[in-house]
């Protein structure tokens, strides 16, 4: 991509002078009768006299990891199931996720707000992996992933504030909805473009790395980052995995894979063997898992989350497969590019909220009536939260002007009084009613 | 003589015979493939920085800035170029706070302009590392690293290749903390450095200064310093800084300038401008390289016009020292702006404007503001020195603000 222009002489007759000694395998030459030589780019390579390209075909897919059936069976042996009370837990979290997005999605169709994303068919890749990390890890996501958010405690009441952008949004009413963030669950604030968090996390992996190295007292934390099949196409998804490779950075990459990139199937997003194939070529410890069997997700990410803490730490990349039930977003009518029956297909056959149900009813600690009993309390505290978001104030217009910088630079606060000064000269042309302190709070 | 002085002061000492090896023919005389000025030239003369008034050439000069901390200014000076009082301030950093991490492409063997030579010996190769080429990759390292705590400097090797990394400082960087509210999490630790600007045969990819680019984000900090001791002191306020700063390095300058410079951790003001050189009938506002050339222009003009001329170096391009550029232009009546990117929407474009925009300084200006920068073009090879402002189109532009 570049000229590697080195500008100065001297320079140059240094650069060369330093490396040598540090050219431990590009100055071996070949030995006499050697079956290969250790070119410095693949060191272990093997010469080989028949001249064949090697075919991705010829590789079979890689497998994915269930242990529990469609039916909520448990199908890998060796693996022992989480105690009731912790399934519960992420059963009634998945409800809650779904039963949100059903009433937020209907309340953004009534105009109530301005823009709503669901994660349907998605609950169990995110409440899943989210129970096996520790509240110390530090998360990076997407926007489909609001079971995250559940599982690591966010309330109906953070969820509306946000939703709605009201005065105790702790995004201050910048954001669109969705894009959710938590300090104290150690969640960044979701932004819109895509792939982005991916060499993000990368690099705050490696800060907790290099913490915990000068304080040994820091407990062991990861990071773990989400991301969909069609942001992995993205050069941040690339940039992201290989530094995290070279810099051995505890970082568990977590991929939706759900077959579709707003109206992109997967056969124009890429060719190879999905997203998971990718990582081996990273030298990454790899693994694909069905993301509608929480059970699998969970443990697939307990196991990821001890490895990439071995040795110093590592990346490891799950590729949870899974169906996006639900339209890209509000804005989207996913009827326009694919059949309603391969939808309600996806949604009868197979999703993590049934067949988890299906698990605990063959257990005995689930049945029909506690499962009316749950969706009608969920319902209840949705509605509760939605109407008391909804009627709170917005919040006040200076904070349009702060944290841009540390502080409120001479240009922004002029700016600020310039906008108030508008504000007082119109005042017909502009209601500031519903803004907490109204204009007086733009008084740099 | 001149010809070497000339070699040096935009070429920086290279010669691209070194990459051209021809054992049949014998190329004399020698032509050269970079910028010259001929031998008649009285005012497009190489700088000679060895005397120019930007830099302190005595322990005693440097000392007596105001802007120093008192042990600083009773310590002692060192004679650095550029280039090691960026590796000076950056080792500093290193030193005082073990949060500070350094990568980049090829940091660790000391840089290809030698800025972290020997740091990585010094501070571990966990601090101070090599990354994949990748710019989005490690400005969305560093974005992430600094979001969790860490003061990231990132190099990008050349200005020219910030671009893949630009989703990431306008989308990712600059909005951490305004869209983090109330949450109050940042990436004030990310400081950018890179290598910017002409240097006499970098063509098209490696003599850009996409400074103006960057000050169209609210919520970067864009820097470039003139000259060793302020490279030193505002890297160290970049990095000491709650904001994230891009650090522009005019790579001409790396060992061209020379200068004293004060021993010991100092920092400088950011968004703050300095007068280098006050006066009374007609203001130059530059920043980074131009300043040379603005000051040898100035010494030519006041002797040819009887005037005074005040110089204003900007230092941090945005946010900027607007009241220190009106002030001066409010005595005088008279505003050249000079740069070396590109004029259209350029630094000078912003000057200008807030210039007449300010009722108080529109009505005491006496001559149109002036703007001496690249032209709208990219930059040629062979034509460079047309195309960088010379001391020649910054003389011609006061004399006519002078003379309107």
């Keep these: ?327 890209h977003s509000t804005s989207d009518d996913s009827f326009a590019y694919r059949a309603r029956i391969e939808v309600e297909d996806w949604k009868r056959r197979d999703n993590p909220i049934t067949r988890l149900r299906k698990y605990l009813e063959k257990k005995g600690v689930w049945n029909e009536e506690k499962e009316s009993a749950a969706r009608s309390r969920i319902r209840k505290e949705v509605l509760k939260a939605f109407a008391e978001a909804e009627k709170e104030k917005k919040p006040a217009m200076r904070s349009m002007f702060e944290d841009i910088y540390e502080d409120l630079t001479p240009e922004l606060k002029s700016q600020m009084s310039e906008l108030k000064g508008i504000i007082e000269r119109y005042p017909n042309e502009y209601d500031v009613s519903e803004f907490e302190g109204g204009k007086e709070s733009l008084k740099p | ?79 650095m170029n550029l280039f090691q009082s960026v590796n000076d301030a950056l080792s500093l950093a290193l030193a005082a706070d073990e949060s500070v991490i350094l990568f980049g492409e090829d940091v660790a063997f000391g840089g290809v302009f030698r800025c972290s030579m020997g740091l990585a010996e010094r501070f571990g190769s966990e601090r101070v590392f090599n990354t994949p080429l990748s710019e989005q990759g490690l400005v969305g390292f560093g974005i992430g690293a600094a979001a969790e705590g860490m003061k990231a400097v990132a190099e990008i090797q050349f200005a020219d290749y910030v671009y893949p990394a630009f989703d990431q400082l306008v989308n990712e960087a600059a909005k951490w903390r305004y869209r983090d509210g109330a949450e109050g999490r940042h990436v004030g630790g990310l400081t950018v450095r890179m290598p910017c600007g002409g240097v006499g045969h970098g063509a098209l990819y490696h003599s850009q200064s996409p400074e103006s680019l960057f000050t169209h984000i609210p919520g970067l900090r864009v820097i470039m310093p003139r000259s060793p001791i302020q490279a030193k002191g505002l890297l160290l306020s970049a990095i000491a800084s709650n904001d994230p700063c891009i650090f522009m390095e005019p790579k001409a300058l790396y060992r061209a300038s020379v200068e004293q410079v004060p021993v010991g951790h100092y920092t400088l003001p950011l968004s703050k401008a300095e007068i280098l050189n006050p006066g009374t009938d007609l203001t130059i506002i530059s920043y980074g390289h131009p300043l040379y050339t603005c000051s040898a222009a100035i010494a030519k003009a006041e002797q040819d016009l009887g005037i005074s001329i005040e110089l204003i170096d900007l230092r941090t391009v945005y946010p900027w020292d607007k009241e220190t550029v009106l002030e001066s232009v409010r005595k005088t009546g ?28 529109f009505l005491r200006l006496e001559a149109p503001v002036m703007r001496v920068a690249g032209w709208s073009v990219h930059m040629a090879l062979m034509f460079e020195r047309f195309n960088i402002p010379d001391v020649a189109r910054v003389y011609d532009a006061i004399k006519k603000a002078v003379e309107y």
Excluded at chain 1, 115 to 125: A, I, L, S
Excluded at chain 1, 247 to 264: D, L, W
């Design chain 2, 1 to 79: 003589m001149s010809v070497l002085k000339n070699s040096i002061s935009r070429g920086g000492g290279v010669r691209l015979s070194q990459y051209l090896s021809s054992p049949t023919t014998k190329l004399a005389p020698f032509q050269r493939l970079y910028s010259s000025t001929p031998t008649s030239a009285r005012l497009n003369i190489p700088t000679d920085f060895s005397t120019t008034p930007i830099l302190h050439h005595s322990s005693q000069s440097a000392l007596s800035n105001h802007e120093l901390p008192p042990e600083i200014r009773n310590g002692t000076t060192k004679r």
């Design chain 1, 1 to 327: 991509m570049k000229l590697p222009l080195r500008l100065a002489r001297t320079t140059m007759r240094w650069a060369i002078l330093r490396t040598t000694h540090h050219r431990f395998s590009s100055s071996l030459s070949q030995k006499p009768g050697a079956a290969g030589i250790r070119f410095p780019g693949a060191v272990n390579s093997q010469f080989t006299n028949s001249l064949t390209f090697e075919h991705p075909s010829t590789y079979p897919a890689l497998p994915t990891y269930r242990c529990v059936d469609q039916d909520g069976s448990i199908v890998d042996k060796s693996f022992s199931p989480p105690a009731d009370s912790l399934a519960l837990e992420m059963y009634d979290n998945m409800l809650c996720v779904s039963i949100m997005d059903v009433i937020m999605f209907e309340a953004q169709r009534q105009g109530r707000l301005s823009f709503y994303m669901t994660g349907q068919g998605e609950e169990g890749t995110c409440v899943g992996s989210a129970s096996a990390l520790e509240k110390e890890d530090v998360i990076f996501c997407q926007y489909r992933e609001a079971g995250v958010f559940t599982q690591r405690g966010f309330t109906f009441d953070d969820f509306m504030s946000q939703l709605f952008a009201n005065k105790k949004d702790s995004g201050r009413g910048r954001n669109m909805p969705v894009h959710y963030g938590s300090k104290a669950l150690n969640i960044h604030t979701i932004s819109s473009p895509l792939a982005t968090q991916i060499p993000q996390a990368s690099g705050a992996a490696y800060a907790l790395k290099m913490q915990r190295l000068t304080d040994p007292n820091i407990p062991p934390r990861v990071v773990a980052c989400y991301f969909g099949e069609g942001a992995a196409s993205e050069g941040d998804f690339h940039a992201a995995l290989n530094i995290a490779a070279t810099r051995s950075c505890p970082v568990i990459f977590i991929c939706r894979n759900n077959g579709y990139a707003i109206s992109t199937p997967t056969l124009e997003q890429y060719r190879g063997d999905g997203i998971a194939s990718r990582g081996t070529g990273y030298g990454i410890d790899t693994i694909r898992v069905d993301g509608n069997d929480i059970f699998a997700v969970r443990e697939v990410t307990k196991r990821a989350r001890e490895l990439a803490l071995k040795d110093g730490g590592r990346p490891v990349l799950i590729e949870a497969m899974s169906y996006r039930i639900s339209h």
């Design chain 2, 334 to 361: 008279r505003c050249v702006v000079v740069h070396e990117s590109m004029v259209n929407a350029g630094i000078g474009a912003e000057v200008a404007a807030s210039i007449q925009e300010d009722k108080e300084t």
